[in-house]
């Protein structure tokens, strides 16, 4: 053995840095791997053991179709002072053009708070509806909200000389006291056109700060407007903002006359100064004058204000991130051109964007443990096909200024919903319809923006229209295309006694409108439970013109087979649809005629305003629109179709909602399932029977059924 062999066995054996024999190592490895090797034996026992409990499990709950609670613990925080459970009131004018405004306010108070709100909101008749609406859909933890409707109460304000840009409704803040309930002890008022970057608890903590006879907190006003005493109101100094105000109600009402006080303020100055132009601000700055000791002077960080001349930039200095509050007091608001403007204003404008979903997400509890109950089928395949029956989307109602009154007791109102990228068609069909509408748009809070400047700034056609209705329903990712619930919506928010039911993507014949008021005056629908049917044509150009008359339809459609493009709408991909109007009667009829409600027989309708809404389970693509038409049949409704109206329909490209039914079975069978289920429960609703599935709704049924088996087989 040589010495180059001897060295490798010493290496091989004996490991000096291991300090025991390499043998040794051999036998720890196998005894160790033999021991791995039982315990995962063990391991499969025991899970075999918790997948037969899971099985039983699963499947006793599929039998029983099982509502199931789940309940978390998180520490009980007691409702009290100083807690973050105390509640925090919060009040603002919302008369007028406020309700666009204020939603940007809202999230940003939102978003940094963390106690619960009580929202008391000083309406007129425009406002009320709309924030009920916004306030009921948005669905937010631990916020509740109030409603006083003072537009009665105007004419107590309206005789004080005013120039402020917002009008009467600048001076209702003095009417506060009055208007809020007497239970109400403390209360914080906001403009709004505020930006708040900080939460709103510090603003409520300051009441504790207050002395006895303080019982209003403000910041001093950031400009030098009230220095010029010869043209402005008495102020103490450069005086006080009211854009953001605490009020000790129980001090004002236990302690002062308010009424006289700003009473006796106005006619101590109005001679003089014959008006206000501040409004509120400068009476209540001349009460201050003379009272000194009934303010309580809040930190400027709290009301920084963005005015042509203000000097806020003394507050902050060079630290943005000191900035609690932001106040857009000027008449350019959003707009304004000052030092340090674009900074600020891109806050805003993330909050303008900002997904206002995410703040239905409940961040603690204020009260004892809740439970979250929820409905779970483990035999529902059509899970997602469902969420629109049961979710509320957030819905912001008349977005955009809307001034029309019911000419009379024949006026209608075309109804209809639309996603952001068929909005240049409402531009088209607004151009061939001059009555009032009502348009439920389907987008994300990025979306506003775009949809503002398009109506306002790129639309000559829709700027100038007072009588649209533009209702924003806001995106929710766990719903498809939600079209009926978008249809009503829009149905629900008309102020004629008719409606025309239509599509978007449809273009009306010249003269439609009054077309349409002299069929209703002739025939009265209402009392006879009639639905007036306007037939419904396609064209397969993009660049085609609509046909003005019935003259010049019938000439193109006459030339069909060969110059013509005009045809009846959907006779190859879905006659059924339409099939009933019939069309050939209708070429030569010069009266109304009655049709029957086919199977599947979805027409384009003119009916009173009682009519039965959508049903909403129908979302995405199909049945949407047959599903109405079936219950207006159940209901004793019967159809009549006008001879001498129509609409066309341009051609786009394809909802990924019909690309989804073409491609995806499973999406057909949904469908199947929610028409049957539909039909069950109209002829339950309606105690009467309605025909049987289709063919091909059987076919679909039956597969469903295959699919409801293996899925129960593949359960652990």
């Given at each position: 053995m040589n010495i180059r062999t001897k060295n490798v066995l010493s290496c091989l054996v004996l490991r000096p840095w291991l300090i025991m024999p390499f043998g040794v190592w051999i036998v720890v490895s196998v005894i160790y791997y033999w021991w791995l090797i039982s315990r995962i034996s063990v391991l499969e026992s025991q899970n075999n053991v918790y997948k037969t409990q899971l099985t039983l499990s699963h499947q006793a709950m599929k039998e029983i179709?099982?509502?199931?609670?789940?309940?978390?613990?998180?520490?009980?925080?007691?409702?009290?002072?100083?807690?973050?459970?105390?509640?925090?009131h919060i009040a603002l004018v919302c008369m007028g053009k406020c309700?666009?405004?204020?939603?940007?306010?809202?999230?940003?108070?939102?978003?940094?708070?963390?106690?619960?709100?009580?929202?008391?909101?000083?309406?007129?008749?425009?406002?009320?509806?709309?924030?009920?609406?916004?306030f009921d859909t948005w669905m937010l933890?631990?916020?509740?909200?109030?409603?006083?409707?003072?537009?009665?109460?105007?004419?107590?304000?309206?005789?004080?000389?005013?120039?402020?840009?917002?009008?009467?409704?600048?001076?209702?803040?003095?009417l506060f006291p009055d208007i809020l309930p007497e239970n109400l002890d403390r209360i914080i008022v906001l403009d709004s056109d505020l930006t708040f970057l900080s939460d709103v608890a510090e603003l409520w903590r300051m009441f504790r700060n207050m002395t006895n006879e303080q019982f209003i907190g403000l910041v001093e006003n950031e400009s030098n407007w009230y220095y010029d005493t010869a043209k402005r109101w008495p102020a103490l100094g450069r005086g006080f903002n009211t854009g953001l105000m605490l009020l000790d109600l129980k001090k004002i009402r236990t302690n002062i006359d308010w009424t006289d006080l700003w009473q006796n303020a106005i006619k101590e100055n109005i001679e003089s100064l014959k008006q206000t132009t501040l409004a509120d601000q400068d009476i209540i700055n001349a009460i201050i004058k003379k009272h000194p000791n009934y303010v309580y002077k809040i930190g400027c960080q709290y009301n920084v204000q963005m005015s042509t001349k203000t000097l806020s930039k003394n507050c902050y200095r060079e630290n943005k991130n000191n900035v609690k509050v932001v106040h857009w007091n000027s008449p350019a608001k959003y707009n304004i051109k000052i030092r340090d403007a674009n900074y600020f204003r891109n806050l805003y404008q993330s909050y303008v964007n900002f997904d206002g979903?995410?703040?239905?997400?409940?961040?603690?509890?204020?009260s004892q443990n809740e439970a979250l109950t929820n409905k779970i089928n483990y035999s529902d395949l059509c899970v997602s096909?469902?969420?629109a029956q049961n979710i509320k989307l957030r819905t912001h109602l008349y977005y955009m200024d809307y001034s029309y009154n019911n000419i009379d007791d024949f006026d209608v109102t075309l109804v209809l919903q639309l996603s952001m990228d068929r909005l240049q068609f409402l531009e088209r069909l607004v151009n061939h319809w001059e009555g009032p509408l009502s348009a439920a748009i389907y987008l994300s809070d990025c979306d506003v923006t775009k949809l503002e400047s398009f109506t306002r700034d790129w639309s000559d056609t829709l700027s100038s229209r007072k009588n649209i209705g533009y209702h924003l329903v806001f995106k929710?990712?766990?719903?498809?295309?939600?079209?009926?619930?978008?249809?009503?919506?829009?149905?629900?928010?008309?102020?004629?006694?008719?409606?025309?039911?239509?599509?978007?993507?449809?273009?009306?014949?010249?003269?439609?409108?009054q077309h349409l008021r002299d069929a209703i005056r002739l025939i009265n629908p209402y009392p006879q439970k009639k639905c007036l049917v306007v037939p419904a044509?396609?064209?397969?150009?993009?660049?085609a013109s609509v046909p003005r008359d019935k003259a010049a339809l019938l000439a193109r459609l006459a030339a069909r087979h060969g110059a013509g493009d005009v045809a009846p709408f959907r006779t190859r991909e879905w006659p059924r649809g339409h099939r009933a109007t019939n069309y050939t009667r209708w070429m030569t009829a010069t009266a109304p005629y009655e049709v029957e409600w086919e199977s599947d027989y979805e027409p384009y309708l003119v009916v009173h305003r009682s009519v039965p809404k959508y049903d909403t389970r129908f979302s995405g693509f199909g049945w949407n629109k047959v599903s109405h038409s079936v219950e207006l049949r159940a209901t004793g409704h019967r159809a009549l179709v006008l001879p001498a109206a129509f609409l066309v329909h341009t051609p786009h490209a394809p909802s990924p909602d019909i690309t989804a039914f073409r491609a995806d079975p499973h999406y057909r069978v949904c469908l199947a399932l929610l028409k049957q289920e539909f039909m069950d429960d109209l002829s339950r609703k309606y105690n009467m029977t309605l025909g049987g599935p289709s063919k091909s709704d059987s076919v679909y049924l039956g597969q469903a059924k295959s699919l409801l088996l293996n899925q129960a087989k593949e359960l652990p």
């Open positions: 179709s099982v509502e199931y609670t789940t309940t978390y613990q998180v520490p009980v925080i007691p409702d009290s002072i100083g807690t973050l459970c105390e509640t925090i309700t666009r405004l204020i939603t940007p306010m809202f999230k940003s108070l939102l978003h940094n708070r963390q106690n619960p709100l009580h929202f008391h909101m000083v309406v007129d008749n425009t406002a009320e509806h709309t924030v009920a609406v916004l933890p631990d916020v509740k909200y109030t409603c006083y409707n003072a537009q009665n109460r105007l004419s107590e304000v309206r005789w004080i000389p005013n120039s402020h840009y917002s009008g009467v409704y600048a001076l209702v803040k003095l979903n995410l703040l239905r997400e409940k961040l603690h509890t204020c096909f469902r969420s929710h990712d766990s719903v498809h295309y939600p079209v009926n619930y978008l249809r009503n919506v829009a149905l629900d928010n008309v102020n004629t006694p008719y409606v025309f039911l239509m599509d978007v993507d449809f273009v009306p014949m010249a003269g439609l409108y044509f396609e064209t397969q150009r993009y660049r």
